[in-house]
């Protein structure tokens, strides 16, 4: 018999935010700590691994302790202790499964290792109470573009996934070569309010006999040409206007196939999740077009979109109740694929 009661002490190192949080049972977020390293690695447009595991290890010590003392517990309050161990940077990733597998055999506590992707797709339990799977989820960040069949709490099926750049990517890029720097996402979301979205013509792919998979090397490429070209001509570009095309070039093809794959499927519920998650004009089309589908839809608040502990904790908290446990053997898997246990 399960305590009726699961609080779960989770860390989330694999990229660049140094993170952690209390959950309690799945869906409470008692505390959410996140140190962000951007400032750090926008001197060089974009992730240093090598720097990324330096201030892992600098951070995670004082933003464990701020965790818990936020949500007032100690380590001998916290049940079971969850940890991000793939996909990701593998020396980022082993700073947070290292501390972690200290804590549990110190404190003799129960160890959960936790894919991020699930993480992400988790982050929708915490502020719609009501949701549960089976759902469809498309997960948009930096790395992964992947739709998502949620069949049940830790059964997971990827449907579609991306065949070159992920959506983050394709955003970092574009708004690099826009000259708005790193994280390009949220600077291309509101650079695009002040522009046309029909202004210019950008590419939808559709990957012939996979209607489920995406592709936006293409797009990118488009949108480099077009200020190549610009340049070449002496144009001026009118830059709110290519953020703004570029834009719905991505929201149409995301919520063309999110929503042709729910239906298809036969499901009713669709959510979104991962750092592109936060994108204001994604989240209105997807709105809209579910509202005339029939199909209801989720979406995080934009801090638990980007990487956080919190969203690890819910995971965690799913797998922890499924009697999943990991032995001090748990490694970093910097590759790890979805729902592979
Ligand atoms: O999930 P996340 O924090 O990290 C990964 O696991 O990759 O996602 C980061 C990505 C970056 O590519 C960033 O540009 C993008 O999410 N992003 C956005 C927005 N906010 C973050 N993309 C579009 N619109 C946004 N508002
Ligand atoms: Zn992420």
Redesign the pocket.
């Given at each position: 018999m399960e305590k009726e009661e699961v609080k779960i002490l989770a860390i989330e190192t694999s990229?660049d935010e140094t993170a952690a949080a209390v959950v309690r049972n799945g869906r409470e977020v008692l505390s959410n700590v996140i140190s962000s390293q951007i400032e750090l690695h926008k001197l060089y447009g974009g992730v240093v691994p090598e720097i990324a595991s330096r201030k892992h290890i600098e951070k995670i010590n004082q933003v464990v302790e701020e965790a818990l003392e936020e949500s007032q517990m100690t380590l001998d309050d916290i049940d079971a202790i969850a940890v991000t161990y793939g996909p990701g940077l593998v020396g980022a990733l082993l700073v947070g499964v290292a501390f972690a597998k200290s804590l549990a055999f110190a404190k003799k506590k129960p160890l959960v290792g936790v894919h991020?992707i699930e993480g992400?797709i988790s982050a929708n339990y915490i502020e719609n109470l009501e949701l549960e799977p089976p759902f469809m989820c498309l997960v948009v960040?930096?790395?992964?573009s992947h739709l998502v069949h949620v069949k049940e709490y830790g059964k997971y099926e990827i449907i579609g996934r991306t065949r070159d750049d992920a959506a983050?990517?394709a955003?970092?890029k574009v708004a690099r070569a826009l000259g708005l720097g790193y994280?390009?996402?949220?600077k291309?979301?509101k650079l695009a309010k002040e522009g046309n979205k029909d202004a210019i013509k950008f590419p939808r792919a559709v990957i012939e006999g996979a209607p489920n998979d995406f592709s936006f090397s293409g797009l990118k490429s488009a949108v480099l040409n077009y200020l190549n070209q610009c340049e070449m001509k002496q144009v001026e570009v009118n830059r709110a206007d290519v953020a703004a095309s570029f834009q719905q070039a991505v929201v149409d093809v995301l919520v063309g196939h999110a929503v042709l794959a729910t239906k298809q499927l036969g499901l009713t519920k669709l959510a979104l999740a991962?750092?592109?998650a936060?994108?204001?004009s994604l989240r209105e089309a997807m709105r809209t077009e579910c509202l005339r589908q029939g199909i209801q839809f989720y979406h995080p608040s934009p801090i638990f979109?980007?990487?956080n502990a919190a969203m690890i904790g819910v995971a965690g908290y799913y797998e922890y109740i499924r009697g999943i446990r990991d032995g001090f053997d748990l490694n970093a898997v910097p590759n790890l694929k979805i729902g592979e246990r």
């Open positions: 990229c991020h992400h960040s930096g790395g992964h983050g990517e955003f970092d994280p390009g996402g949220p291309i979301d991962g750092g592109v936060s994108n204001s979109c980007t990487d």
